[in-house]
């Protein structure tokens, strides 16, 4: 297959935001061309990439035809659409988009960030000091989860879909931030539950 003909996504593989799309582009079975893209070492902020995505961040999408999208959830959108993985049915949608939008606003600036602390800057570091806010916001974020998923099995509006993808890719590596999973064993569960899906992947870093 030429990979010319093939939708390219730049990202990094280390980054939940980034293997969410690696996840259900696996699990779709749809094959793409992966561009490693290291942010943390400024791959994002050259020329050609702003040229790309003015805003400097991964993952990006580009379409065979040049067309651009970013920012994760988008993308996870785009490309389950017409698969079981995004509801059709308007308010089972709605309650997978919320989950989506409670992700990148509740979940992910609290529980990534934290794992972005501790795993890539240095223990010296001012950004340190933010931890314990980290830890208090990521952790009413998982009481939040494990909430519903002491009510409902999954996000995506009652069966597996991409707002498990979205949340699944920060709260299992949530321990490099500091959280302790076993405090939520609802979400522990869950986990368990998204790995045993068909065509599951591992994050590859």
């Not at 990202?11 to 293997?19: D, F, V």
């Not at 931890?131 to 998923?149: D, K, N, Y």
Request: hydrophobic share 40%; charged share 20%; glycine share 8%.
């Amino acid at each position: 297959m030429n990979p010319e003909s093939l939708p390219t996504v730049y990202g990094l593989r280390a980054s939940g935001n980034c293997y969410k799309l690696q996840l259900l582009l696996d699990m779709v079975g749809r094959p793409y061309r992966w561009v490693e893209t290291d942010s943390t070492r400024g791959a994002t902020r050259t020329p050609d990439f702003l040229a790309l995505n003015p805003n400097g961040k991964v993952p990006l999408l580009v379409l065979p035809d040049g067309r651009r999208l970013a920012e994760s959830n988008a993308i996870l959108c785009y490309f389950a659409e017409g698969t079981p993985y995004l509801p059709a049915d308007a308010w089972e949608r709605a309650r997978t988009l919320q989950w989506m939008f409670f992700e990148q606003y509740s979940h992910e600036p609290y529980v990534a960030v934290a794992r972005f602390v501790r795993r890539w800057l240095p223990e010296d570091h001012p950004r340190q000091a933010e931890i314990p806010r980290l830890i208090e916001g990521g952790e009413h974020a998982l009481r939040v989860m494990e909430g519903h998923l002491a009510q409902e099995p999954w996000f995506s509006g009652g069966a597996f879909g991409i707002a498990d993808i979205a949340l699944f890719a920060y709260t299992h590596c949530a321990a490099d931030g500091g959280f302790e999973l076993s405090r939520w064993p609802h979400v522990v569960a869950w986990l368990e539950r998204v790995r045993a899906q068909p065509g599951f992947s591992p994050m590859a870093a």
